[in-house]
């Protein structure tokens, strides 16, 4: 008889402590603790194999995001963390894919893969920083800064009005679209 159908090894149950690398260093009261931790919750309630789970980012505050969860990561280029996940979901199906993009990285320098990739609908969970600002270049305009809101670019006030991303990612034909806030960890995690 197999040893292994003998004395099978116990099931790990993954925690939130397997997920944990380093402590975040992001500004004090920013949402892209929440958008974490939540993840890694919601990575816990479906007890999701780290060895088979990948997060990709862009650039800009969100693009840390990778290096505090306890998973494999890829940090790529400005606005084009999508191309990345694609080529990692054609190459490796069985991945689960999670895709950190803030509102500029997705919305401007890649917002030409964000609709292609929406097109595809390859299977990956796109999750969109919102912040309405370049915050990590210190309060620059974004595509979703809102109308009149100063900034270092625009110090007299945006004069467009925002760009809005769910309206974007519905129109581009998006299979499934949710919102939420980083301060509702539950309404995270149920999605």
Same mark, same amino acid.
């Given at each position: 008889?197999? %040893?292994?159908?003998k004395?099978?090894?116990?099931?790990?149950?993954?925690t939130l402590? @397997?997920?944990?690398?380093?402590n975040?260093?992001w500004?004090?009261?920013?949402? @892209?603790?929440?958008?974490v931790?939540?993840?890694?919750?919601?990575m816990?309630?479906?007890q999701? /194999?780290l060895?088979s789970?990948?997060?990709?980012?862009?650039?800009?505050c969100?693009?840390r995001a990778?290096?505090?969860?306890?998973t494999?990561?890829?940090? %790529?280029?400005?606005?084009r %963390?999508?191309?990345?996940?694609?080529?990692l979901a054609?190459?490796?199906?069985?991945?689960?894919?999670?895709? !950190?993009?803030?509102?500029?990285?997705?919305?401007s320098?890649?917002g030409?893969?964000?609709?292609?990739g929406?097109?595809?609908?390859?299977?990956?969970?796109?999750?969109?920083?919102?912040?309405?600002?370049? /915050?990590?270049?210190k309060?620059?305009?974004?595509?979703?800064?809102?109308?009149?809101?100063k900034?270092?670019?625009?110090?007299?006030?945006?004069?467009?009005?925002?760009?809005?991303?769910?309206?974007?990612a519905?129109? /581009?034909?998006?299979?499934?679209?949710?919102?939420?806030?980083?301060?509702?960890?539950? !309404?995270?995690?149920?999605?």
């Open positions: 008889m197999n %040893a292994e159908l004395n099978p090894e116990p099931q790990q149950t993954l402590k @397997d997920l944990h690398t380093e975040p260093r500004c004090v009261g920013c949402g @892209d603790f929440g958008i931790m939540g993840l890694k919750r919601f816990v309630n479906h999701l /194999a060895e789970t990948v997060n990709v980012s862009g650039i800009g969100s693009g990778p290096n505090y969860i306890n494999y990561g890829v940090h %790529a280029i400005h606005g %963390a999508i191309t990345i996940a694609l080529g054609l190459s490796r199906p069985d991945l689960k894919l999670f895709i !950190h993009s803030g509102d500029g990285d997705a919305l320098i890649g030409n893969h964000f609709i292609h929406i097109n595809k609908n390859f299977k990956a969970v796109f999750l969109l920083y919102d912040n309405e600002l370049y /915050a990590l270049t309060s620059q305009t974004s595509p979703t800064t809102r109308k009149g809101h900034t270092n670019t625009q110090p007299y006030g945006t004069y467009l009005e925002p760009l809005n991303a769910v309206r974007l519905l129109g /581009a034909g998006a299979s499934f679209v949710a919102s939420t806030a980083d301060w509702m960890p539950d !309404h995270f995690t149920s999605c």
